[in-house]
């Protein structure tokens, strides 16, 4: 018995190992680090093109799945021209009261004006505004209660530092759910903030 399970424990790390080098590899949203404080950072997002849907999910739980089922359905050829669209991170998600959404970044060589029209009519192509934001990281795996306190740790280092946050505070997720090891989350949100002045 000893041996079967030291072949399985033995294939299960590889296999994670695999997935976190396959997922280091995969596109990502790209920014500029404007400024490090303690426990969070301030960066610079240009412009990005997402596929988009909303929801009237209240809770991580409920918008992370049908929201993903729904996207993942437009990049694995649920358009126009059944077009399979490559992966990228972060997922971005912004659970609110009013009306939630979950967003997955293209890959930058598409735009709104040559990316597939999706068959489904929910989800929507759009381009992001460039913005300034705070951001802070953390390990794990994500949820609601993870989320709360690293948005209320947010907040609270943005008060002492007298920065100003616009908006909802929204999650991004960076790994598959299959993913056990070097797993990453972060919270953002968008803030008040001039570049060339001292802060």
Same mark, same amino acid.
């Given at each position: ?10 294939? @299960? ?49 409920? @918008? ?89 740790? @947010? ?45």
């Amino acid at each position: 018995m000893l041996p079967i399970l030291l072949v399985v424990f033995v294939i @299960l790390i590889a296999f994670q190992s695999f997935m976190s080098i396959s997922t280091s590899k995969i596109e990502k949203q790209q920014y500029r680090v404007i400024k490090k404080e303690a426990g969070f950072e301030v960066r610079y997002y240009p412009p990005a093109t997402l596929a988009t849907i909303k929801s009237s999910a209240k809770s991580y739980r409920e @918008l992370s799945s049908a929201g993903f089922r729904k996207i993942a359905g437009y990049i694995y050829g649920n358009n126009e021209s059944s077009t399979k669209i490559a992966m990228t991170s972060p997922v971005h998600m912004d659970i609110n009261k009013n009306e939630s959404s979950m967003s997955f970044v293209m890959p930058s060589k598409y735009s709104s004006k040559n990316l597939p029209r999706p068959n489904d009519v929910n989800v929507e192509i759009h381009e992001s505004p460039e913005e300034y934001v705070a951001a802070i990281e953390f390990g794990g795996f994500a949820n609601d209660a993870t989320i709360k306190k690293y948005t209320e740790q @947010l907040e609270k280092s943005l008060e002492l530092k007298g920065i100003k946050p616009i908006g909802n505070f929204r999650y991004l997720g960076y790994n598959p759910p299959y993913q056990l090891i070097a797993r990453k989350n972060e919270i953002i949100v968008a803030i008040d903030w001039q570049e060339n002045a001292v802060k």
